[in-house]
């Protein structure tokens, strides 16, 4: 009589059976966490690039916004210079219409006809060589106004030159800070939709890890000064546009500590890029300016141990960061 019993499991098939429940476990388990970071990932790194997007157009408005200013100083000197040499034509033209007056009111007579009937010839000689030295004034005069209304006219059409770069430039102005404005809306928006913690964790600085800064009795005492500055900063908001005291973008920080030092720097982190002469980041010390980016739209100082001091993006305030935390385009020493 044959026998229906089940062949027996072996125990090398039983833990090949066990295995592959394991195996799917952790593979269920696992889905989850890999679901969420994928969006999360992307989420950090479309927020990343919305504020490198806002911080070129920072840097765009920023420079745009000096070049505005340093126009309306210009127009603003050229309108007073209009001014003067206005006043001046106008007394030119008082001290010609004078003379002009006195010699109507002479006569203006043949003077050989005023000398056969002058009473006194002697006296009529006298005012006679008056005359022609008042005539020889007046000529004079006359090539003074009409160089001073030459320079008038010149100077009109520079200002009006002027004036017209001015316009175009706070257009510039405007259409950059819509950009930004844009830009930023985005990024805030994107933040608002992470949980509190993936925001904690992307604001999350290394002021915590706070850096040595040793041998600063070796710097050059503007550099010192001017770390001394931007340290000073530590907390304060990131706003776009600013240059200090109370709120900074990455290039205002940098220009406002070094004017603490009496250095001037260009208003933009471009322009700053070559505001000295350039050293391997091998060699930075600190209060060097690091700039990021191939654009420059980015700039931090130096401070050692490997760290940065910076503005970092609007929401953030200014912090320690470490040295590579975006390309490194160029170290300068102001």
């Known amino acids: 009589m044959a026998s229906h019993r089940r062949p027996a499991t072996s125990g090398c098939d039983r833990g090949a059976a066990a295995l592959c429940v394991l195996s799917a476990a952790a593979a269920a388990l696992g889905a989850v966490p890999a679901a969420h970071a994928a969006p999360r990932d992307s989420a950090r790194a479309e927020l990343d690039r919305l504020y490198a997007q806002a911080e070129r157009a920072t840097e765009d408005y920023d420079r745009a916004d000096e070049r505005a200013d340093k126009l309306r100083h210009e127009v603003r000197d050229a309108q007073d ?27 203006g007579i043949d003077p050989a006809v005023a000398l056969l009937f002058s009473a006194d010839p002697d006296d009529y000689l006298d005012k006679a060589s008056v005359v022609d030295r008042i005539g020889t004034r007046q000529a004079g005069q006359l090539r003074e106004l009409n160089g001073a209304l030459r320079d008038l006219a010149q100077e009109r059409a520079e200002a009006e030159a002027k004036l017209g770069d001015l316009e175009h430039s706070r257009k510039a102005v405007a259409a950059h800070k819509r950009k930004v404005r844009e ?20 604001n999350r600085s290394s002021r915590s890890g706070r850096p040595g800064l040793t041998g600063l009795g070796d710097l050059d005492p503007r550099a010192a000064a001017a770390l001394a500055a931007a340290r000073s900063a530590l907390g304060r ?74 503005a970092p993006h609007p929401g953030a305030a200014v912090r320690y960061d470490r040295v590579g935390m975006l390309p490194i385009s160029a170290v300068t020493r102001p």
Do not use: K
């Open 81 to 107: 210079h209009i001014a003067r040499t206005q006043q001046r034509v106008n007394s030119l033209r008082e001290r010609l219409g004078s003379l002009a007056g006195a010699e109507y009111r002479s006569g």
């Open 183 to 202: 830009r930023l809306t985005r990024a805030r928006q994107l933040f608002d939709s992470l949980s509190a913690a993936d925001r904690a964790d992307y």
């Open 237 to 310: 908001p990131y706003v776009w546009g600013a240059n200090g005291p109370s709120g900074f973008d990455c290039s205002g920080l940098m220009q406002w500590s070094y004017a603490r030092a009496g250095v001037q720097l260009p208003r933009t982190s471009q322009a700053q890029r070559n505001a000295g002469h350039r050293v391997p980041l091998s060699q930075a010390r600190p209060g060097d300016l690091v700039i990021y980016r191939s654009d420059a739209s980015h700039v931090a100082m130096y401070v050692g141990d490997g760290q940065v001091i910076h």
